[in-house]
């Protein structure tokens, strides 16, 4: 990154921070901090959650379906949220020629360097309780130095190659304001700039863009900026730091962009203190939980018809998201933080393992073969639930090391089509017979 480059990232960061800084303050202690204890993640001096303020022991709960809602916490993006959602919003705006170019930009050493300096996620307390990614809550400076970066030298590829900035603006703009147009990073006309900040306003804030100051700020002493559509203008159309670059690293950087926020609701029925949330915000929340991913076309234009309609409805777009491939990718994420395979150590020879056994893929094997099981009883078996994962009698060993400890045949895995014959599954025999998860030969590993 060249010095230039660095003196306008930190005047955008400083321009960012002017604007958004005080609310992603209040919104990182005061509400995911803060507020944890309402969810238990705040620990005990022994190490165990907390769940004294629900009114319940440690040890057991029972659920009340008629119980009003809790305190609820405004969560921010984990770092491959965050990652991803930078992924979609920058490729919905380039052409399929131009995806190679993008995939070379994020596995670039520069890139590449950005994304390994995240923080980890997900912790372990004192004893043993896993915290997982999306419940890890800490925000730190070396956190969001990570995300101004990356949201930075992703708008910098955008703007580098002038065809690509073009189709970028054309494609969010969605508007003939730009594109009878041969665009620079800044000069556009205002209809052209202010298309552009309505339509990549939807997808980067998870909402439209305000457009009518806020009666909150109506008599602050700048109300002409006020609401999204003045005050990123003020952003494009900066003497010194302006243009599209520095437009794209806002907007990214803004609170609705890496919190999912609950904040735009409406009072619910005879309440003064329950929310219920905006159409919007179901949408962000029903994305990042089944695909660790922004709302796409299909579920915004849901919300906006207020999940009305054949195919709109919340069921509609749960069944559609549950059949995404990324929904998979998300549950196999969360399996693997659940079985926590990074606490296994490498395994050593042992009188007890096979003659010339490769302990490194048995390892690797061994832990598929449970993850293999969580997926089946997830997405692929009719009606499967929990219980099922633990008490199956069926195996997924895929490879010779792990079966033969099992005594049975290789189970042959998915169809070409992506199918699972149910014929095909292999089960245990009744002279070695296991049941479930905890009694697989990767959750025996030690």
């Known amino acids: 990154m060249s010095h230039e480059e660095l003196k306008k990232m930190n005047r955008v960061f400083k321009r960012s921070i002017k604007k958004w800084g005080a609310l992603s303050i209040f919104l990182g202690l005061n509400l995911l901090g803060f507020n944890n204890c309402a969810r238990g993640f705040f620990t005990t001096v022994d190490g165990q959650g907390d769940f004294s303020s629900l009114g ?41 020629a131009d995806a190679p170019n993008l995939a070379t930009f994020f596995a670039s050493n520069s890139v590449s360097s950005i994304i390994s300096s995240f923080p980890n996620e997900g912790f372990y307390g004192k004893g043993n309780g896993l915290v997982y990614d999306t419940a890890d809550q800490r925000i730190t400076q070396s956190f969001q130095n990570s995300q101004f970066q990356l949201a930075f030298v992703a708008a910098e590829f955008v703007i580098s190659d002038s065809a690509r900035m073009n189709t970028f603006v054309k494609n969010y703009a ?80 803004s609170p609705d962009s890496l919190f999912m926020n609950q904040i735009k609701g409406t009072l619910a029925p005879s309440s003064t203190t329950l929310v219920k949330l905006s159409n919007y915000e179901v949408a962000t929340k029903l994305s990042y939980y089944y695909t660790n991913s922004p709302p796409d076309n299909i579920l915004l234009a849901a919300a906006a018809t207020s999940f009305n309609g054949s195919g709109n409805t919340i069921a509609d777009q749960s069944n559609r998201l549950f059949t995404d491939s990324r929904t ?42 449970m993850l293999d099981l969580t997926e089946f009883y997830t997405f692929d078996a009719p009606n499967g639930k929990v219980a099922d994962i633990a008490s199956s009698p069926i195996s997924f060993a895929k ?48």
């Open 399 to 446: 490879t010779a090391d792990v079966a033969n400890i099992y005594g049975v045949d290789l189970w042959q895995g998915k169809s070409n089509d992506g199918t699972i014959d149910p014929s095909k599954l292999v089960r245990f025999p009744a002279s070695a017979p296991r049941a479930g998860l905890f009694t697989r030969a990767g959750y025996a590993l030690s």
């Open 328 to 369: 998979r990718s998300r549950f196999e994420d969360f399996y693997t933080q659940w079985i926590r395979p990074d606490a296994i150590p490498p395994l050593s020879s042992s009188s007890n393992a096979p003659s010339g056994m490769d302990l490194v893929a048995y390892r690797t094997n061994a832990i598929q073969e």
């Open 174 to 253: 969605n508007s003939v304001t730009c594109n009878s147009l041969t665009l620079a990073n800044t000069g556009a006309p205002k209809a052209c700039y202010d298309d552009f900040i309505k339509g990549f306003g939807v997808m980067v804030l998870h909402r439209p863009v305000e457009t009518v100051n806020n009666p909150i700020d109506a008599s602050s002493s700048n109300p002409a900026a006020a609401n999204d559509l003045a005050f990123y203008e003020s952003i494009y159309t900066d003497a010194s730091n302006g243009g599209f670059d520095s437009l794209i690293t806002a907007m990214i950087m």
């Open 56 to 96: 319940m022991a440690d040890e057991a709960f029972t659920c009340n379906v008629n119980a009003p809602p809790i305190a609820d916490n405004v969560l921010r993006l984990t770092g491959r949220q965050y990652q991803n959602t930078l992924k979609t919003i920058i490729a919905y705006g380039l052409t399929a």
